[in-house]
């Protein structure tokens, strides 16, 4: 029988994409078993908290968030605070309809940023000097929260090995095949490539992973981190505010929130693409850094697939590990299991969207809701 020849680079790159994509998988079942997860039964939080809502044009959804936030069970002192960040389409006005005449709630309004202060951290700066909680939650007025989301979240943060601040991880809501392509890989990604309990235990600002959209902190924490001015000029401000805290000696996490929170991001393709390509070109650090990363994921997660079209059975089991990663991270997404299987086009689209992203910021031509970035 003769002797297999040399591989050529494509084969072996094709093998060594499968093997890091099986390596990453069987790194989500690890993180899955080891991730924080509240309580069916949380206990009453007898501690002051403040909700804290940054809202800018959002009347249509508002709504729903705000009869979420006032519905919430086991907080036995509660306040929820509303910044209108210079709406012009009447949320404030809605916020106050929904609340009626519970006192609990309170419409503050906003001031405009200073010159390189972005709108969201500076909302959510002027939100947390007024806040009366020893415990804070940030709450995209996107968001609908469970009636006990505030309590088991609180649980998430202060019990066992407490931190200083959580990400409780919402459950995405999507609308569109562009949304189904892109959201299923913002929890993807870090279930697949950090390890959270050694995350966890590190002081590293770069470990650090947070999402905006529900944020725990302990409010003293956050004041011996500097607060939110501290992070004011960063696109990424949760991930800005996280290692933050790391910085000033606090600990943070990520914990499963999918059952606590939904959040409907965006409304349509166009909104997704507004919103991905204003931030994008900040979660790698650099140039550098995002051409290394997309490098990766295309070896990784688009190499594979596209041998295993032409008959590569190492590409076939590489192809099928990605697969079977965004199956496993699926109750993060409201999309079905099915989806997982377009898990190539998937990485290939959110890598356009970095590009755009780059390309705009480059050209200085990104905005947000009316605000340059």
């Not at 040399?6 to 060594?16: A, E, G, K, N, Y």
């Not at 870090?190 to 302990?218: I, Y």
């Amino acid at each position: 029988m003769p002797a297999a020849g040399p591989r050529s680079p494509v084969q072996l790159l094709v093998t060594s994409g499968s093997l890091l994509a099986v390596a990453g998988t069987l790194h989500q079942l690890v993180n899955h078993r080891r991730l924080r997860r509240p309580p069916a039964v949380p206990p009453t939080v007898t501690v002051p908290v403040s909700v804290l809502v940054p809202a800018r044009d959002e009347a249509p959804r508002i709504a729903a968030t705000i009869t979420s936030l006032l519905g919430q069970r086991g907080v036995a002192d509660l306040e929820v605070l509303v910044l209108d960040d210079g709406s012009t389409d009447g949320t404030a006005e809605v916020v106050a309809a929904t609340a009626g005449a519970d006192d609990r709630l309170r419409v503050l309004p906003g001031v405009p940023p200073p010159a390189g202060t972005l709108g969201k951290p500076h909302a959510c700066a002027q939100l947390a000097a007024v806040a009366r909680g020893e415990v804070l939650v940030f709450v995209d007025a996107d968001v609908v929260l469970a009636p006990h989301a505030v309590a088991a979240a609180v649980a998430m943060l202060r019990a066992g090995d407490p931190l200083a601040l959580l990400s409780p991880w919402p459950r995405q809501a999507v609308s569109g095949p562009l949304a189904r392509l892109v959201q299923p890989l913002l929890a993807w990604s870090w279930l697949t490539t950090l390890p959270l309990r050694a995350a966890e235990r590190s002081a590293r600002p770069s470990m650090a992973v947070a999402n905006g959209q529900f944020l725990v902190v302990e409010a003293a924490a956050l004041a011996r981190a500097g607060g939110w001015p501290a992070v004011g000029s960063a696109v990424l401000d949760d991930i800005a505010l996280a290692r933050a805290v790391r910085r000033a000696g606090g600990r943070t996490g990520v914990g499963d929130g999918s059952a606590l929170a939904t959040c409907r991001m965006y409304d349509s393709g166009r909104d997704l693409h507004a919103g991905y390509r204003k931030s994008l070109w900040a979660a790698f650090g650099s140039p550098v850094g995002a051409v290394g990363v997309a490098a990766a994921l295309l070896v990784v997660y688009v190499l594979p697939p596209a041998a295993a079209l032409t008959g590569s059975r190492v590409g076939a089991a590489g192809y099928l590990a990605g697969v079977a990663g965004r199956v496993l991270a699926a109750r993060f997404t409201a999309t079905t299991r099915w989806d997982a299987v377009a898990h190539p086009l998937s990485v290939v689209t959110t890598l356009g969207l970095l590009v755009s992203s780059w390309v705009g910021r480059v050209r200085g031509t990104l905005t947000w809701k009316g605000r340059r970035m």
